[in-house]
Structure formats: C-alpha cells, structure tokens
Nanobody, 126 residues
Framework: QVVLVESGGGLVQFGDSLRLSCEAS????????MGWFRQRPGKTREFVGVINWSGDDTWYGDSVKGRSTISRDNAQNTVYLQMNNLKPDDTAVYYC???????????????????WGQGTQVTVSS
C-alpha cells in the first residue's frame, strides 16, 4: 500500500512559477514510477508527466513540455513538479500517482497507475 500526499498548490499570477510536491509513504518509493496528472475545470483528467524509479528518464505531456520539470528525491520519498510561466489554462487540480514497476517503459495512461493522491489546487489568475 502506498499513500501519496500532494502539497504546494495555491493562487498565483500569470507568468509565475510554482513547485508542487508529492510525498509517498507505506512502501518502497524507489521502486515506483511517479506521474503527475491534472484536471482543469470542465475537462477530463490529463497527463502532465512521469519520472521513472531511478530518476533518469522523464516524459511530459504536450501542454507543459518546455515549461515543467519533474524530479525526485528518493531519500525523502518525494517527487516534485516544477512549473514555470504559468497561464490561466494551467488552473487545475494536480494529482500525483504511483506506478508499481510492471514493465520497462513509462506510461501516460491513468489505468496503469496503482495509487493516487487527493490532489492540490493550482489557480492562475490573469
């Protein structure tokens, strides 16, 4: 069992930066690929990015590519999502998710993730 808790959300202005955190507990963090998803108002949940268990491979969704960086600190059981140049369209609930390693590759598919956090709200004003 893995419990994920996101933090770092809040209200920011257009063009600001924000770093979200997700702390994992209950299992070996180093064995998990860690993904980020978001759900914008009136939209379905979408893929933001993912980092593999060793931290040497990442994959980002088109909406945040070039503006976001995912990193992890296995000693702290924490994964981060750094977002820069935020836009009102980035307003969403951001979720972290853990994928028990079942294969060599990374996935953007929600059903492949085994554990989910409750989300943290990011609101970008114009």
């Amino acid at each position: 069992q893995v419990v994920l808790v996101e933090s770092g959300g809040g209200l920011v202005q257009f063009g600001d930066s924000l770093r979200l955190s997700c702390e994992a507990s209950g299992s070996s963090f180093s064995s998990l690929s860690m993904g980020w998803f978001r759900q914008r108002p009136g939209k379905t949940r979408e893929f933001v990015g993912v980092i593999n268990w060793s931290g040497d491979d990442t994959w980002y969704g088109d909406s945040v590519k070039g503006r976001s960086t995912i990193s992890r600190d296995n000693a702290q059981n924490t994964v981060y999502l750094q977002m820069n140049n935020l836009k009102p369209d980035d307003t969403a609930v951001y979720y972290c998710a853990a994928d028990i390693n079942h294969g060599p590759g990374l996935t953007d598919q929600e059903f492949e993730y085994d554990y989910w956090g409750q989300g943290t709200q990011v609101t970008v004003s114009s």
